[in-house]
Every structure is written in structure tokens, then in C-alpha cells.
């Protein structure tokens, strides 16, 4: 079942045309990856999606119907989640305050204490140190806690932007094993990643993003046999 629909979508900024005319799609349990270069399109996809950025033209479809008018808030409440780029968390809360303003939309405190064991499970260092500052934690405990975070709203649709960026490979294969489980678990991932052998390891699909446009698509597994995605992003 087809969960997200993006419909010639085109993003500018000012003169800039960011996103060109991009199409493709997200099904209930699939983990979708975007690849392609620094400034390819990728995070500003994401971010479109999310109803921080407004299209030009196109559409964006979720559960078949169009949210490009919709606010970022009530995007969240219909469940779609996104962990952005960097982490962006909050460095003077502890780790369960941090967890507990990703269930902002919420308001059953059972569901939400729930969700906030079902992260501890998947994640057992943020329960360890779910009273520490978030600021003290390592960048591998912070990514891990950024995810967390976007999971406490409960999502349909977990939007990931480089969640590799600036690990240690140990902390990234771990990062992907953590992605996988979330996945299992039913939620569908839409990963952006620089990394593209991670990526494509672990996605059921892959589109490859050039300067706003994609250029090829297909399952994962021949996305990544295919010559010049090796030669490009596969060195």
C-alpha cells in the first residue's frame, strides 16, 4: 500500500531551483533511500515533506490525500516524523526530557510512558542515562536519542536526514542495525545518506538525486550494482 506520494515536486529557493520536477514514492513497511551528492536535493526533499518548506509546484500525497498546505505540527499529528540533519537536540534537558517534547502532540500519559519504554528497549544507553544532560552525551548517544525522539510521536512515516553524519564507523553500523529494528517494528523510513553503501544495504528501494532532478531509481540491490552509481558515490 502506497503511504507516500510525491508528485512532480518542484522547491525553489529565490532563484535557486532546489527540486525539479522529482517523483517517487514510500509503501507501508518499506525503508526508501535518497542518495546523491552534497546539495543534490536530498535534505530539501525531506524538509518539503515535513511542511517546513513550501512547493513551488507538485504535490506530496500521504494515505492519498495532499498535505503541501498543511502545517509541520499537523503533519506530525497525521504521522509523519522527521529527524533532522545534526540532531538538533536539546543540549540542557536530560535525555527523557528530550524524549518526552517528541510526544508534544500527544496527551495520553499511558501511551506516551509506552513509547517512552518501547525507545528504552530499542535504545538501552538513553535509559541509562535518560536523568544525564543531553549535551554530555556522546555523538552516537545523541543521534540515537534524536531518533528516539522522533519515534515518541508515535509515526507511520520516520523522515531520516544523514543519521551517519559524523560517526565513527563502529557507531554508524550500529546507527543502521537500530534503523532496521524500527523498520521490523512497522514503522516505514524515508533515509537520507550520504553513505551510500549503508544506505542501499539496507533500503528495499533507492532513487539517486543530481542537482534537483533523479536520475535513476530501482530495488536497492541494483541501484548499487549499477556501474556509475559505484563509480559515483561507491568510489
Known amino acids: 500500500m502506497e503511504l507516500l506520494h510525491v508528485d512532480c515536486l518542484h522547491v525553489a529557493y529565490g532563484a535557486i531551483r532546489a527540486i525539479q520536477g522529482i517523483s517517487f514514492s514510500v509503501d507501508a513497511g518499506e525503508i526508501v533511500t535518497l542518495i546523491g551528492a552534497n546539495g543534490a536535493g536530498k535534505s530539501t526533499t525531506l524538509r518539503t515533506i515535513s511542511g517546513l518548506l513550501r512547493p513551488s509546484r507538485g504535490d506530496i500525497l500521504y494515505q492519498g490525500n495532499s498535505i503541501i498546505r498543511t502545517s509541520p505540527e499537523q503533519i506530525v499529528r497525521l504521522g509523519i516524523s522527521q529527524v533532522p540533519e545534526g540532531r538538533h537536540i536539546f543540549s540542557t534537558l536530560t535525555v527523557r526530557e528530550n524524549l518526552e517534547m517528541g510526544a508534544y502532540t500527544r496527551h495520553d500519559k499511558r501511551e506516551i510512558e509506552a513509547s517512552m519504554q518501547r525507545i528504552f528497549k530499542s535504545f538501552p544507553r538513553l535509559e541509562e542515562r535518560q536523568d544525564q544532560l543531553s549535551g554530555t552525551l556522546s555523538g552516537g548517544e545523541q543521534q540515537m536519542l534524536a531518533m528516539g525522539r522522533g519515534l515518541m510521536s508515535s509515526p507511520r512515516l520516520l523522515l531520516l536526514d544523514e543519521p551517519s553524519m559524523g560517526l565513527a564507523p563502529i557507531l554508524v553500523?550500529?546507527?543502521?542495525?537500530?534503523?532496521?529494528?524500527?523498520?521490523?517494528?512497522?514503522?516505514?523510513?524515508?533515509l537520507v545518506e550520504q553513505n551510500a553503501a549503508m544506505a542501499l544495504s539496507i533500503a528495499h528501494r533507492a532513487y539517486v538525486l543530481e542537482t534537483g532532478r533523479i536520475v535513476l531509481e530501482g530495488d536497492a540491490q541494483s541501484v548499487l550494482r549499477n556501474p556509475q552509481v559505484r563509480?559515483?558515490?561507491l568510489g
Do not use: C, K, P, V
Request: charged share 15%; aromatic share 10%; no cysteine.
Open 231 to 233: 563509480e559515483a558515490y
Open 173 to 190: 553500523d550500529e546507527i543502521f542495525a537500530i534503523i532496521q529494528s524500527i523498520n521490523a517494528q512497522g514503522t516505514s523510513i524515508l
